[in-house]
């Protein structure tokens, strides 16, 4: 169980977040005062609405079980600059030979991939953490770094997503479930005139064959559900709160029919 889990280690205890698990923690009274976001106004100054958040372990009491398992745990016994600058430094990693932005805060994305590491990539990964907590198929897994108190601050961008980390890494029911949930805590009004339809998943299935970003397949699969909706895409740009190229793609896929 995550809450116990928090609860018997009350120090040195994290939870990093996607922004939409952040607003929805938010929803649930969750004091936001010590919450810290991952992205730098600097470096990702259009994505800021956007930004994953890490919060001490004080300001999760509040929360269900439900919710604290849609986030990552972390256990750390360095300081929390050292551990955020960590955590930013894998924000950027190299794919193919190209820079890209790393969604290792979504459990979506990073527990496939740490299922298929080798266990030293596990330990550099984590880098200055020292447990690692998650959910992933329904199943409590929990990640201890024996190599937490070795760790040296690397140059960023360091890490390095590779071919073989990606191998079966992509579960499409399970994206669409998490599509499912987000939808209906955001916009209910939208899911429940497609109540009874696959949109999400046929949606995921074309930008799949399309070879779109995981992002962009996201994208389409929203503009896909405001076809039978009389939600605007401003109202949807601002309840999501996307940014203004994410706005322009949710307006050139509502075009795009699968």
Request: proline letters at 5%; a negative charge; hydrophobic letters at 40%.
């Amino acid at each position: 169980m995550m809450k116990e889990w928090v609860l018997d280690h009350s120090n040195h205890i994290y939870w990093l977040v996607t922004a939409d698990l952040f607003k929805k923690a938010l929803n649930e009274n969750m004091p936001a005062d010590e919450a810290i976001p991952l992205f730098c106004i600097g470096q990702f100054k259009d994505l800021m609405p956007m930004s994953p958040w890490l919060l001490p372990s004080e300001s999760l009491t509040v929360l269900n079980e439900e919710l604290l398992q849609q986030g990552l745990l972390l256990e750390s016994d360095y300081p929390t600059n050292e551990v955020l600058d960590h955590l930013r430094s894998l924000l950027l990693a190299g794919l193919d030979g190209e820079e890209v932005l790393f969604r290792f805060y979504d459990p979506i994305v990073i527990a496939p991939m740490l299922n298929l590491m080798q266990e030293s990539e596990k330990y550099l990964f984590m880098g200055n953490i020292k447990t690692l907590r998650y959910c992933h198929l329904e199943t409590t897994i929990t990640l201890n770094n024996p190599l937490h108190d070795c760790h040296k601050q690397h140059e960023e961008p360091w890490w390095v997503i590779q071919p073989e980390h990606l191998v079966s890494s992509y579960d499409l029911d399970i994206h669409c479930q998490i599509l499912d949930r987000r939808f209906w805590n955001v916009v209910p009004e939208v899911m429940e005139a497609n109540v009874t339809s696959n949109i999400i998943k046929d949606a995921l299935i074309y930008a799949s064959n399309q070879q779109w970003s995981i992002d962009e397949a996201e994208l389409y699969a929203l503009s896909q559900l405001l076809v039978t909706s009389n939600s605007s895409i401003a109202d949807i740009t601002k309840k999501f709160h996307l940014s203004s190229s994410d706005a322009t793609t949710l307006v050139k896929f509502s075009e795009v029919k699968a």
